[in-house]
């Protein structure tokens, strides 16, 4: 599979190409920047032509799939004309600024038999699967609530996701992943009940929000943010006990995940071997393409796709600009033996 890049992001330079070299059959053959002196340093270093402005790269022959880490709100125009010029689209999270854009994304994946994907690339490491097993498994009881969380530092001055313009804003930056996993785990029969969004005036973007999503029996809280420490984590709380892990949604490929049981006051570690969680979405990714495995749920199929970027239209719909939400600083919830 030979992919293109559109834009020399800092996220394609930690994660996507680092990863791409660890799938085999994989290769980056064209890198395109709006500045030359970008796309040649970025070739210099991962390989692949540089090359000036993206649709540029959207015309080469050579490029069979393009990886978009653009700014949120400019990245569903680019991955509509990526998908117009017949290549495979995987994009960053938020997949567009609405669920009405993504809606218009899935036609022409579907018309032109290409796979569209948002990485969520957490939703690929196995520590998820070992939560799924125990809760069937009846570890902790009837499930009957769960929680996630996803925070983040203040990001620098200037920074696109602290630019309205650009699509900036806590909900589709980070907002987005305890959403995902709520999906995730509870399926997509789920609607937004109350939702809060606290906005910096200055920036004029939302920094700090949460919602609550009516389930079929349970109750889901999600927190997000970008002005606090890191926190990053979910939990279910059950008839019996809780389950709780941390580090969930950006975890490295070194880290050891620790699925926390708290049964009658008990405490039980179980210890997840680690997990490449950006190799496995790029190795499922070129998988969906090829027809070497079936187009996945999260693929172009489109329904949780769509979903998605519903419930955050959801949020941000109900985002009652108040300031007396609990900040997302890990006291979502209380981790066992802490
Ligand atoms: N999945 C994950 O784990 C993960 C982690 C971090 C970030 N992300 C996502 O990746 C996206 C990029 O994040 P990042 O931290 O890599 O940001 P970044 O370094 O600022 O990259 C954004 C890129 O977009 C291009 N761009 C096009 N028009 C632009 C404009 N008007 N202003 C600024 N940049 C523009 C730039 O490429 P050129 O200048 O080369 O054209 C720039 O390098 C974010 O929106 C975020 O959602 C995902």
Redesign the pocket.
């Given at each position: 599979m030979r992919f293109g890049v559109l834009?020399?992001?800092?996220?394609?330079a930690r994660?996507f190409l680092p990863a791409l070299a660890r799938v085999a059959g994989a290769e980056p053959v064209a890198l395109?920047?709006?500045?030359p002196s970008?796309?040649r340093a970025f070739a210099e270093r991962f390989g692949g032509a540089p090359v000036t402005g993206?649709q540029r790269l959207l015309e080469r022959d050579d490029v069979d799939a393009v990886y978009v880490?653009?700014?949120?709100g400019?990245r569903a125009p680019w991955i509509e004309r990526a998908l117009l010029a017949g290549k495979h689209v995987f994009a960053?999270?938020?997949l567009a600024t609405g669920g009405e854009e993504v809606r218009r994304l899935v036609e022409p994946a579907r018309a032109g038999k290409l796979t569209l994907m948002e990485?969520f690339?957490f939703v690929h490491h196995r520590q998820h699967a070992v939560v799924r097993r125990l809760l069937a498994e009846g570890e902790i009881g009837e499930v009957h609530e769960f929680r996630a969380v996803f925070a983040v530092p203040p990001r620098p001055p200037g920074?696109?996701?602290l630019r309205p313009e650009?699509g900036g804003g806590a909900l589709?930056?980070v907002g987005v992943y305890p959403i995902r996993a709520a999906l995730h785990f509870l399926g997509t029969n789920l609607k937004v009940s109350d939702a809060v969004l606290r906005y910096d005036d200055t920036l004029g973007v939302d920094v700090i929000g949460g919602t609550r999503l009516a389930a079929p029996d349970l109750d889901v809280r999600l927190l997000f943010g970008m002005t606090t420490r890191y926190a990053s984590g979910y939990q279910f709380l059950g008839s019996r006990g809780s389950l709780t892990v941390e580090q969930v949604f950006?975890t490295p490929p070194e880290h050891r995940p620790v699925v926390l049981l708290e049964r009658g006051g008990r405490l039980e570690r179980r210890t997840v071997a680690p997990d490449d969680q950006w190799g496995n979405i790029l190795r499922h990714f070129t998988d969906v393409v090829t027809g070497a495995a079936p187009v996945a749920e999260d693929a172009s199929a489109g329904e949780l796709l769509v979903r998605q970027a519903e419930l955050a239209d959801e949020v941000r719909a109900q985002g009652k600009p108040r300031s007396a939400l609990s900040a997302p600083d890990g006291t979502a919830f209380h981790t066992p033996g802490r």
């Open positions: 834009g020399c992001a800092d996220i394609a994660r395109a920047s709006r500045s970008r796309a993206y880490p653009l700014p949120a400019l960053e999270k938020a990485n690339a920074d696109i996701r650009l589709l930056d950006t």
